[in-house]
């Protein structure tokens, strides 16, 4: 068989990625508009809880050190009996203390406390890193842990095409001969050709920024981000060994105790305390109450554990964990706006001994560059410029979906989705197999995804031929 003409051959590639960049941006297009326009509102998600629930974060400043601990934690149980579970030190003069709290009903509160006077302001459903019950689901649909393990592994598909069709977009908008110049400016005023105008414009200025997102989100997945961490840790460039010399640990992951740690920490187990000889005594910090009983030992711990941590640097706006049995664990644990000083601290519970403290500075390279990505990604590291720039990345995303859309919209034959043909004589260039099988192999998801489109492909197409020949 004789080689196909080189410009045939271009032809025929440029068809095909188009093709490809035509099938998967609609398969993707609901997973990228529900991470655009849930990433978009979580970017403001301290402006919207202070907003929302200014009655509750915001006190009245004064020049007097704030109430010990226990006090502010015993007000909290008083009013809302259960056990103490958390407790947030006011970051600021002006800002109410936290003290999150599981009640008899199973259900986990936060009471909002002014430090000042111990008076308790009121509560609301703990939403946990997300600070509030509205951002919470906000955060969850981020992620589609409403659907469980497959919402997350879909989302992450999703993530993994978004990285290819900026690619191949790129491609597509490049240019091919004199009349087929890549437009930087919308030159048509209606019709189609001024929604491809729009969707090549938009995409051209801001991919980048897409990739970014893309890449930068992809740690929290359950497949990519779990074989990433892996890889950082067997390297010696994520979370370093030598930190647990000596000490016992649990079967705790960092993640299952605290609201926000560093996502490199948060597969590490958690150490363990050390019972003293004869078993747990009556100063016991993690005894449970009885139900509808208010929990006053951990408390009176909590006074010495806030100054242990206070004395060893770690900055404001840390939570401490309470233990959950006897052999728990005092964690403090911090995620500022700057995060060269994020900062874990495990104690324990009976001695107050730090059995583990580690912060940026104290982890390999992959371990410290993904931790800056994900503060980017998230809209604290450089600001309000941070939230803005990456709120226009997530407004191109919506015009993308809906520009694309409505592309496909008014070309496709009436009754047929109006996929983009390819010569039946076409066979696969290699350079095109060889990207395809490294983009699945690099991400794993679209590479099986990219399996059940080719399965889908051909069986369109053996479909066809039989009713060809029938």
Request: net charge neutral; hydrophobic share 45%; glycine share 10%.
């Amino acid at each position: 068989m004789t080689a196909p003409h080189p410009r045939a051959a271009r032809a025929a590639l440029y068809r095909a990625i188009w093709r490809w960049h035509f099938i998967a941006g609609l398969i993707v297009l609901p997973f990228v508009l529900i991470l655009a326009i849930t990433g978009g509102i979580y970017l403001f998600k301290d402006e919207i809880n202070n907003a929302a629930h200014s009655d509750l974060r915001f006190v009245e400043a004064q020049d007097t050190a704030p109430r010990p601990p226990s006090e502010i934690t015993t007000a909290a149980l008083v009013a809302h009996p259960g056990s103490l579970k958390a407790y947030t030190p006011a970051p600021m003069p002006d800002r109410s203390a936290e003290v999150d709290i599981l009640g008899p009903d199973g259900l986990r509160n936060t009471v909002y406390v002014d430090p000042h006077d111990a008076r308790v302001l009121g509560t609301l459903w703990d939403g946990g890193a997300a600070g509030s019950p509205t951002m919470y689901v906000v955060r969850k649909l981020h992620s589609l842990e409403y659907v469980g393990w497959f919402g997350n592994r879909l989302i992450e598909a999703a993530a993994g095409w978004m990285v290819l069709l900026v690619g191949t977009g790129v491609y597509l908008w490049l240019p091919r001969g004199r009349k087929n110049i890549g437009t930087t400016r919308i030159k048509a005023t209606r019709g189609r050709p001024w929604w491809r105008d729009l969707h090549a414009v938009t995409g051209i200025y801001t991919g980048i920024f897409i990739l970014f997102l893309a890449m930068t989100g992809l740690p929290w997945s359950g497949v990519w981000g779990a074989k990433f961490y892996d890889t950082a840790y067997a390297l010696g460039l994520g979370m370093p060994d030598g930190y647990w010399s000596g000490v016992p640990l649990s079967t705790v992951p960092t993640e299952a105790v605290v609201d926000r740690a560093p996502w490199i920490m948060e597969r590490q187990p958690v150490p363990a305390s050390a019972p003293p000889e004869g078993g747990a005594h009556a100063g016991h910090a993690a005894a449970e109450p009885a139900a509808g009983a208010v929990q006053t030992v951990a408390p009176r711990m909590l006074d010495t554990v806030v100054a242990r941590v206070e004395e060893l640097g770690i900055v404001p706006g840390y939570a401490v964990t309470i233990p959950g049995d006897p052999t728990g664990v005092f964690t403090a644990s911090v995620y500022p706006d700057d995060i060269t000083h994020e900062r874990v601290i495990h104690l324990d519970q009976y001695s107050g001994e730090v059995l583990y403290d580690a912060g940026l500075e104290d982890l390999g390279t992959l371990g410290r560059w993904a931790e800056w990505g994900i503060s980017v990604h998230m809209g604290q590291e450089w600001g309000l410029l941070n939230q803005l720039v990456l709120l226009a990345a997530c407004l191109a995303m919506v015009g993308l979906c809906i520009s694309g859309a409505t592309m496909w919209w008014k070309r496709r034959p009436s009754g047929a989705l109006g996929v983009p043909t390819v010569p039946t004589d076409w066979r696969i260039p290699r350079t095109l197999l060889v990207l395809a099988v490294l983009a699945g192999f690099f991400f794993p998801l679209v590479g099986l995804s990219m399996l059940v489109l080719v399965a889908g492909e051909l069986a369109a197409h053996l479909y066809r031929r039989r009713l060809r020949s029938a």
